[in-house]
């Protein structure tokens, strides 16, 4: 995960330092390591960001940089603490498979909906494709309908990534695994 990934935690006071430190982690693998995937949730901004510095001369360590995106399923796993189930799909190298068309025809299948109204069980109060704009939406659907007594934060981009989970039949689907082929 890079510092753009809703679970980052790299030090720095500024953003750009935070890049910095994380390239710098990056150039600093033993030196057997050639391949690494960039990964992260939903998105691939942390993925170009990375081949930006591949570009400009850095991490010149890495033979391979693929990018990897993850979802959260809705299935759960565990016994005493119940957890959700990430999914990764790790996508060929740009070369092979251009990013803006992973985006387009990979990304851009995804919406999500939801009800947040305990008064309407069959209807969708929020609902949408999922992007940056439209998670802080969700938290803000999400943060707007919890009692005031259960509300943590305000955070509302984290609480809306922390209330968007799939299907793996909609992942399926969106792969072209599954109902109509993706050729892409």
């Known amino acids: 995960h890079t510092p753009f990934s809703h679970t980052s935690e790299y030090t720095g006071a500024t953003e750009e330092e935070k890049w910095e430190n994380f390239i710098k982690g ?5 030196k057997d390591i050639k391949v690494i ?3 992260d949730y939903l998105f691939l901004d942390g993925y170009k960001k990375v081949i930006e510095y591949k570009n400009n001369n850095r991490l010149k360590n890495i033979d391979l940089i693929l990018p990897v995106v993850e979802f959260r399923l809705r299935e759960f796993v565990g016994n005493e603490q119940l957890r959700k189930i990430n999914y990764h799909v790790i996508f060929a190298e740009q070369e092979i498979l251009d990013i803006d068309t992973i985006e387009a ?3 851009s299948c995804f919406r999500s909906s939801c009800n947040l109204d305990v008064n309407d069980v069959d209807g969708t109060t929020w609902g949408g494709v999922v992007t940056r704009e439209s998670l802080i939406d969700l938290g803000k659907h999400v943060y707007k309908t919890t009692p005031e007594d259960k509300r943590k934060s305000d955070n509302y981009p984290e609480i809306g990534f922390n209330n968007i ?7 399926k ?3 072209g695994e599954i ?3 993706n050729t892409y």
């Open 26 to 30: 990056l150039e600093n693998l033993p």
């Open 37 to 39: 995937g960039i990964n």
């Open 105 to 107: 025809q990979f990304l």
């Open 165 to 171: 989970s799939y299907s793996i039949d909609k992942l």
């Open 173 to 175: 689907e969106c792969l």
């Open 179 to 181: 109902k109509e082929q």
